[in-house]
């Protein structure tokens, strides 16, 4: 489930997104900071013992033995695994003034992606790279990476996942652009099915003046690699 609220709540909220009306404040002379929003994923439909059970019948129906020593706990390993896997950590959305007026590029590369194809429950690995152009306020640079990993926990395909990263930022920090790029691995293609080894997808989202005007969205490409 997607996750939106109020930037200046300090609530955390479960309403899908996007929504646009949960934007900064604009930065007036004698106004307090606005608190953070608080981004935390709902983990309340996860029953961790009805997976274990679960998970035994599986294992059971493909013919693996779970009574040994060593496969005892393997049920429960595997529903703690992909519990942690749809369990993004929750984070603070902290953002600052631009007081400096900054209106070059802010980009953060090669952020580690880690996730799982929602067609057959396998991992998906990669890169991220993930740009704004600011607006009125910046983002603390972490946060970028925390975005990712947030859309990252939960059964996904990678078009979706780099558009949500786009459209989550450019409805919550009003930047004047964004733009993600994902570079990833999907054991689904490497490791079974059509088994081509090294085969790695490339996906982008570019969302207003990086996608419009064509010097940023070169430079854009150009410093994620992907353009010269
Ligand atoms: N577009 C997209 N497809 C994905 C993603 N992850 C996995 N897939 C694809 O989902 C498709 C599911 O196709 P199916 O034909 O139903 O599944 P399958 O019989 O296991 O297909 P093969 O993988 O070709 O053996 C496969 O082509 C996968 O490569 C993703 O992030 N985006
Ligand atoms: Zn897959």
């Not at 693996?64 to 929750?90: H, K, V």
């Amino acid at each position: 489930m997607d996750l939106a609220g109020s930037i200046n709540s300090h609530a955390s909220s479960t309403a899908d997104l996007p929504a646009p009306s949960a934007s900064i404040p604009r930065p007036q002379a004698s106004a307090p900071a606005p608190s953070p929003l608080r981004v935390v994923h709902d983990t309340d439909g996860i029953d961790l013992a009805e997976a274990e059970r679960a998970a035994a019948r599986f294992l059971a129906a493909l013919g693996i033995d779970t009574s040994t020593e060593s496969l005892r706990g393997t049920p429960g390993r595997m529903a703690r695994a992909y519990a942690e896997l749809f369990s993004p950590r929750p984070f603070d959305l902290t953002t600052f003034p631009n007081d400096e007026g900054y209106d070059e590029l802010v980009l953060a590369r090669s952020i580690p992606v880690r996730s799982v194809c929602e067609h057959h429950l396998l991992p998906f690995t990669g890169t991220a790279h993930v740009g704004y152009l600011p607006g009125h306020r910046i983002l603390g640079l972490s946060k970028l990476a925390r975005v990712v990993e947030h859309f990252a926990c939960r059964p996904q395909v990678q078009e979706r996942l780099t558009k949500q990263v786009a459209d989550w930022l450019q409805a919550h920090l009003e930047p004047k652009g964004v733009g993600v790029v994902i570079e990833a691995e999907h054991s689904c293609m490497t490791l079974r099915g059509v088994q081509a080894t090294g085969s790695s997808t490339l996906t982008s989202t570019l969302l207003g003046t990086l996608r419009h005007d064509a010097r940023s969205r070169a430079e854009f490409l150009s410093l994620t690699g992907l353009h010269s």
